[in-house]
Nanobody, 117 residues
Framework: QVQLVESGGGLVQAGGSLRLSCAAS????????MGWFRQAPGKEREFLSA????????FYADSVKGRFTISRDNAKNTVDLHMSFLKPEDTAVYYC??????????WGQGTQVTVSS
């Protein structure tokens, strides 16, 4: 099993930046691809980005491509999401996930990001 804890959420003005971090414990971190998702009120959970186990391959949803950057540190068991040029529509609860292939195995508890206009 993997336990995931997100941090770094908060309130930011439109156009600003924020870095989310996810700390993993339990099973071997490098066994998993990692991803970030978000869920806005009244909407379904949305895929944002993923990174493979080695960190050499990354993937982004069109909605965040060019604005968000995913990275991981297998020595520290962390995966980060650096978000820039934030928009009010980026307001959501952001979740970290451990993936087996492309299938989500474990979720974090989420961290709130609010972007004010």
């Amino acid at each position: 099993q993997v336990q995931l804890v997100e941090s770094g959420g908060g309130l930011v003005q439109a156009g600003g930046s924020l870095r989310l971090s996810c700390a993993a414990s339990g099973d071997t971190f490098s066994n998993y691809n990692m991803g970030w998702f978000r869920q806005a009120p009244g909407k379904e959970r949305e895929f944002l980005s993923a990174i493979n186990w080695s960190g050499r391959s990354t993937f982004y949803a069109d909605s965040v491509k060019g604005r968000f950057t995913i990275s991981r540190d297998n020595a520290k068991n962390t995966v980060d999401l650096h978000m820039s040029f934030l928009k009010p529509e980026d307001t959501a609860v952001y979740y970290c996930a451990a993936l087996a292939g492309s299938t989500t195995q474990y979720w974090g508890q989420g961290t709130q990001v609010t972007v004010s206009s």
